[in-house]
C-alpha cells in the first residue's frame, strides 16, 4: 500500500522560505512524477511543481517558477519542495501526489494528507 507522508509545513513571514518534505513508502518509483500541488481558502486545487522519478527533470506552475525548487533523494524516496521568497498568496495546504504525471490532480493516484503553510504579510 502506497503512503505518501508530508512534513515541514508551519507559519513564516512574507519573504522567509521553508522546505517541504514528502517521503513515499509501499512502493518504489520508477517512472511517472511525485507533484506537488496546493489548495488556498476558497480556491481550487493548484498544480506547483514536479519532479520526474526517472530523470528528474523538474517542471514548475507559473506562480512560484523563479522561487520554489523541488528535489528528490531517490535513496530516501522522499521528494522535497523548498519554497524561497514565500508571498501571503502562497498560503495553502500543499499536498505532495505520485503514481501518475502532469500538471492536473487526476492525473495522480496517490495524495499525501497534506500540509498547512501559512505566509504572513
Known amino acids: 500500500q502506497v503512503q505518501l507522508v508530508e512534513s515541514g509545513g508551519g507559519l513564516v513571514q512574507a519573504g522567509g522560505s521553508l522546505t517541504l518534505s514528502c517521503a513515499a513508502s509501499?512502493?518504489?518509483?520508477?517512472?511517472?512524477?511525485m507533484a506537488w500541488f496546493r489548495q488556498g481558502p476558497g480556491k481550487e486545487r493548484e498544480f506547483v511543481a514536479l519532479i520526474r522519478w526517472s530523470s528528474g527533470n523538474p517542471y514548475y506552475g507559473d506562480s512560484v517558477k523563479g522561487r520554489f525548487a523541488i528535489f528528490r533523494d531517490n535513496a530516501k524516496n522522499t521528494v522535497y519542495l523548498q519554497m524561497n521568497s514565500l508571498k501571503p498568496e502562497d498560503t495553502a495546504v500543499y499536498y505532495c501526489?505520485?503514481?501518475?504525471?502532469?500538471?492536473?490532480?487526476?492525473?495522480?493516484?496517490?495524495w499525501g494528507q497534506g500540509t498547512q503553510v501559512t505566509v504572513s504579510s
Open positions: 509501499g512502493r518504489t518509483f520508477t517512472s511517472g512524477s
Open positions: 501526489a505520485t503514481g501518475g504525471s502532469g500538471t492536473l490532480r487526476w492525473e495522480y493516484n496517490y
